[in-house]
C-alpha cells in the first residue's frame, strides 16, 4: 500500500510501467469534470472508474483484495476513509475471478486511514482494503484499475 499525494504519483512509476499512463492521463484530464463511468485508457489493461460510491460506517465497509489488478483510489469531494488488512492476516474466502475481487463478509480492518481530495491510496494485491468509510451519504472518487 503506498498514501500519497497526486503531485508524487511520478515518482511511482518504476513500480509498474503503466503508471507512467496514469500520470499522463492526470495531466491532461480533469478528474472532477470526467462524466460517471469507466473509461479505458489502455484496453482492459488500464482503465478508470469514476463512481459516487454509497458511504458506509467501519462496520459495513467490506475488505476486498484483487489479484490481477491494482487500485489507485483518489477521493474527489471529500474525506473517504479506509480500512486496511494485509492479505496474509485474512482469512480464505471466494474469489470472484470474473469480477477480480475476494470479499472478506465481516471481517473488521486492522486500521484506518484517512484521504482527502488530491491525495491517493494505491491498493496491491497483497492489501486488503475496505473502501468507501465517510458519514457522507455518497464519495465522489476515481478509481484506477492497473494490471499487474
Do not use: W
Amino acid at each position: 500500500m503506498i498514501i500519497d499525494t497526486l503531485d508524487n504519483l511520478n515518482k511511482y512509476v518504476g513500480v509498474n510501467p503503466l503508471f507512467a499512463d496514469v500520470v499522463e492521463f492526470l495531466k491532461n484530464n480533469d478528474l472532477n469534470s470526467i462524466e460517471e463511468g469507466k473509461h479505458f485508457i489502455k484496453e482492459k489493461d488500464l482503465f478508470v472508474n469514476i463512481t459516487t460510491a454509497k458511504g458506509r460506517s467501519r462496520e459495513a465497509a467490506t475488505l476486498e483484495t484483487h489479484i490481477n489488478m491494482i487500485d489507485i483510489q483518489i477521493p474527489l469531494d471529500g474525506e473517504e476513509t479506509f480500512g486496511y488488512t494485509p492479505l496474509c492476516d485474512l482469512p480464505a474466502f471466494e474469489y470472484n475471478a470474473e469480477k477480480d475481487i475476494t470479499k472478506y463478509g465481516d471481517t473488521m480492518a486492522q486500521t484506518y486511514l484517512t484521504l482527502k481530495p488530491g491525495q491517493m491510496g494505491i491498493f496491491f494485491p497483497q492489501d486488503g482494503h475496505a473502501p468507501c468509510i465517510s458519514e457522507k451519504e455518497g464519495i465522489r472518487k476515481a478509481i484506477f484499475k492497473v494490471r499487474v
